[in-house]
């Protein structure tokens, strides 16, 4: 990044079908546009023929880079680690696009 540049914020998220099952991971720059995407089948044949839509997780970075690094070290890891991480952050498996819609929609 050049000095005096602005960095972009990122999303890394997860989607699972349902508790525990087939999980999609993804970044993105806007996570309400993106999870809306997905949710019309739009974007990723994947979430599409899986109906991966529930959003169970969900971390911010200030920076996109810093987001897509992380993206590539969760898709590198384990299923069971994936799923430790949902458990610990999102024991019920809530689906978080509401809480995302309130917080990252400007007002």
């Known amino acids: 990044m050049t ?3 602005m960095s972009k914020e990122g999303f890394v ?3 699972a ?3 525990n099952g087939t999980l999609y991971t993804g970044v993105t720059s806007n996570i309400v546009r993106r999870i809306q995407q997905h949710r019309m089948g ?3 044949d994947f979430v599409e023929e899986y ?3 529930r959003l169970v997780h969900l971390k911010r970075f200030n920076d996109i ?3 897509i690094r992380r993206e ?5 890891w384990k299923r069971d680690w994936k799923l430790d991480l949902i458990r610990e952050h999102n024991p019920t498996w809530d689906d978080l696009y ?9 007002k």
């Open 3 to 5: 000095p005096g540049s």
């Open 17 to 19: 079908s349902k508790p």
């Open 65 to 67: 880079e810093d987001a």
């Open 72 to 76: 590539k070290q969760l898709k590198a």
């Open 42 to 44: 739009e974007g990723s």
């Open 13 to 15: 998220y997860i989607l």
């Open 51 to 53: 109906d991966v839509t």
């Open 98 to 106: 509401e809480e995302a819609y309130r917080t990252y929609v400007p």
